[in-house]
DNA sequence: CTCCTTGATTCGGTGACCGAACTCTTCCGC
DNA sequence: GCGGAAGAGTTCGGTCACCGAATCAAGGAG
């Protein structure tokens, strides 16, 4: 719950309805603008694939987790594959890969301006080892670093979770390639 | 109205109370993820910069905008001014600027997956007339263009505005520099 | 002085979100 | 096979943010 329990975010609906145009900032945030829909794709990019680690990691009720998923699997951005057992897990799918930017975006501008104790992730260029930049380059090689080339890692500012923050906070505050499943 | 009536957004609320500690994506969800939000800060990035012409445009209802306003304000994102008169005027800090690549990512993502007819605006870096892409690199001369340096462009994608979306409306879908008042 | 524009504030109604409890299935150990 | 535990949701009452229309106050124009 860690990451989660920093803050209740707030409400936002779905649009349903909606006329003619748009520009595309309100059809994409008409798809991500609502409440918790971006910390799922986060979590998401971070691993997390299992309905019981987002609601864990998230804090996040479970009917609107719920909701939330079936959502984005009808629009595209996720997908639903079967676990171990009986199980569903929940995938990006290339479009929800997308959103990366848009991730990364908001989490640079957050590290920026409310992390007093310097980034709480840096994220890196595997194998290259240079800083990616908010802009997507590797700072070494000045590659475009795809996703899936892209390992998480802690920063200075990254408060160490405590046990009863639960198992993924635990994974997730280790240093990990992107996309690869917490389980 | 136009780019608003797209679409109801949804709900979400603030954060107020928070825990310890949390992910730079909560802290910068906390600001900017409630509904309207990331809107106020485009609109603000294209030039609006009066109460009366937020809700035009947007069609937001004027109680959320005035509380938006406040919190943004509060929060340092935007920057209240005198203008003609005794009027208000709602300008973007460098902090709120530094919001523009969120902006940017979030509007490429749209145009990229909800644009049928191609994209509905493109970025051109000022004086160079090379087009910004989404990491925010001039694809011709290859510098990182500020925000003050791109110029917005409307694509093939957008709808011309019908006289009934109002001024904002119209006068935002022909070229201008970003950030320069509409009024 | 009066009307109009601008920048809000007020208010009733609605609906998404919250969280705790509950259900149902599957997995695991013996 | 049986009991318990864990996973994956579903249900439900209460609250609170959002919606939209009406209203208010102040400045400018005529």
Redesign the pocket.
Known sequence: MTELFCG???????PREYTNQACSMVRALEIVG???TLLIVRDAVFGVR????FVEHL??????L??R?EFLIGEGVLKRVP???????YELTAKGRGLWPVVRALSAWGDEHYAPDGRRRVFVHAGCEGEVAQSGACLRCGEDVTLARTVMTPGPGLTPPSPEDGQVSAILSRPRPLLQPVH
């Open positions: 209740r975010l707030g409400r936002m609906a779905l609502e409440r918790w299992r309905f019981s680690d804090g996040i009720p479970r009917a609107v719920t909701e998923l676990g171990p057992g009986k199980r569903s897990e």
